[in-house]
């Protein structure tokens, strides 16, 4: 597996906050999906409010 740092920005009260998760996944699209569903969880958000807007390996 390998590290992937997914970068972007979701809405919170005050408007967008950015984010840099970094997380170990097979792939890309593994990576932003593990991404999504933390974000979701964490903060109760929804896919439509958490934009991703880089993945570096």
Same mark, same amino acid.
């Given at each position: 597996? @390998?590290? !992937?740092?997914? @970068? /972007?920005? !979701?809405?919170? +009260? $005050? /408007?967008?906050?950015? !984010? =840099? &998760? #970094?997380? $170990?996944? =097979?792939?890309?699209?593994?990576?932003? =999906? %593990?991404? %999504?569903? +933390?974000?979701? #969880?964490?903060? /109760?958000? &929804? +896919?439509?409010?958490?934009?991703? #807007? =880089?993945?570096?390996?």
């Amino acid at each position: 597996m @390998s590290q !992937f740092t997914v @970068s /972007g920005a !979701f809405q919170s +009260r $005050d /408007g967008w906050a950015t !984010f =840099e &998760k #970094s997380v $170990d996944a =097979e792939n890309e699209a593994v990576a932003v =999906e %593990y991404v %999504y569903s +933390r974000m979701g #969880s964490h903060h /109760g958000l &929804k +896919r439509a409010q958490i934009e991703i #807007s =880089e993945v570096a390996e």
